[in-house]
């Protein structure tokens, strides 16, 4: 790396920053779904709470900042046009140019002047104090070497993408070899039961008939719950409804169950688990585990279709009064059928993860030799 020189600046002199534009509305109003973020306090996923279909407010290529914090951990590049939030600042450059990699060597820079010996919850990063710190830029004839800050940024991308997928291809070899999933070539079987998946029998089951009554979660309030190792379903899509890891005292339902929450959409768990009162457990442990999974996406199929919502809760006795569709054999579900299509399409979904995590290890070896 050539030595570096660098210069002071301030916020104020590189951005013009005012409060982001919003929409007096609820969130619910505003996150109707479509390709427009909405961009708040928060300090995870880009500050972005979500999207809408509104029209956005804000100009993208820039940068937000919440001013509610004690300095930059929310500074964030926004590619795209957005929405704004209450307390949500927008730092628009008054330079060229200006890109993703300088927004983010600019935003580093100022999470390192922003530490917390200069700021506390006393003192926030408010609009004022933006416009007054002072960061450390990289110069060159005494100009901002904007050079220098998009290939310093580049090769670190570079860098760090390799180092990522190295890992993630270890991680997913030791799995396979744990799971026995490294095999991923079809058995004569596995390759009839796709090629006949459309010519299959189908037959309709009650859930109550064919593995008993459904059982119901216990309530457990987020200040009971003691920190331990056993997971614990509400409802929810976000990390498959485990809302946390417990040491209490509960009910523990067994691995190879399926679990609905409370707006139908129905899960396999393939461990022990507790589960709250929004939660039906389906009986499936007897079950062969691939035909266990089948009989998940047939319960998820014909409970969440909407049907259940805020307003209407799915319960335990839906669960009992739900109907299925199967493949049978002989008018009786056939199970054997369910492991082979799983099987095979486990198979084939684990074959494109291993050649797509090989791309792109392939491709990021290639930015870097091209970059250096």
């Known amino acids: 790396m050539q030595a570096v020189k660098w210069g002071e600046y301030t916020l104020g002199d590189l951005f013009e920053i005012n409060p982001t534009k919003y929409y ?3 969130n619910e109003k505003i996150l109707t779904g479509g390709d427009v973020p909405l961009v708040s306090n928060q300090s995870t996923d880009n500050g972005v709470m979500g999207f809408s279909s509104l029209k956005p407010l804000n100009c993208g290529n820039t940068i ?30 008054k330079f060229k140019p200006f890109n993703k990699k300088i927004a983010e060597f600019i935003i580093s820079s100022c999470r390192i002047a922003t530490l917390s010996k200069y700021y506390d919850y006393g003192h926030k990063f408010n609009r004022e104090k933006m416009n007054k710190t002072k960061i450390q830029l990289p110069i ?20 760090h993408i390799v180092e990522l997928e190295a890992q993630r291809t270890a991680k997913l070899e030791a799995y396979l070899s ?13 390759k009839e039961a796709l090629r006949d998946f459309d010519k299959l029998n189908w037959g309709e089951f009650n859930l109550e008939v064919l593995f008993g009554k459904s059982t119901r979660g216990k309530r457990l309030k987020s200040a009971d719950r003691i920190p331990g190792k056993l997971p614990f379903v509400t409802a929810g899509e976000a990390d498959e409804g485990i809302s946390a890891f417990i040491g209490n005292q509960v009910h523990v339902f067994s691995k190879n ?17 507790g589960g709250d009162d929004h939660v039906a457990v389906v009986h499936t442990e007897k ?15 014909s409970s969440h279709n909407g049907q259940f919502d805020y307003g209407r809760n799915f319960y335990a006795k839906d ?34 993860v291993v050649l797509y995590t090989d791309k792109k290890i392939k491709a990021a070896k290639e930015v870097t030799v091209n970059d250096n």
């Open 64 to 93: 937000t900042c919440s001013d509610t914090t004690i300095g930059a951990d929310t500074m964030f590049y926004q590619k795209n046009d957005f929405i704004g939030y209450s307390h949500v600042q927008h730092f628009i450059p």
């Open 140 to 159: 060159n004839n005494k100009k901002i070497d904007f050079d220098f800050m998009e290939s310093f940024i580049a090769e670190l991308e570079a860098q």
């Open 257 to 273: 169950t399926t679990t609905i929450d409370m707006f139908g959409s129905a899960k396999y768990r393939n461990y022990e688990y």
């Open 178 to 190: 744990v799971t026995g999933l490294k095999d991923t070539q079809l058995s004569l079987q596995e």
């Open 24 to 26: 007096p509305l609820s």
């Open 319 to 352: 669960a009992d009064n739900l109907d299925i569709m199967l493949p049978i054999n002989n008018g009786q579900p056939d199970y054997k059928k369910m492991e082979l299509i799983i099987s095979a399409v486990q198979k084939l979904v684990i074959k494109d």
């Open 287 to 301: 079950l062969p585990m691939k035909a266990a999974i089948f009989v998940t996406t047939a319960i998820h199929k």
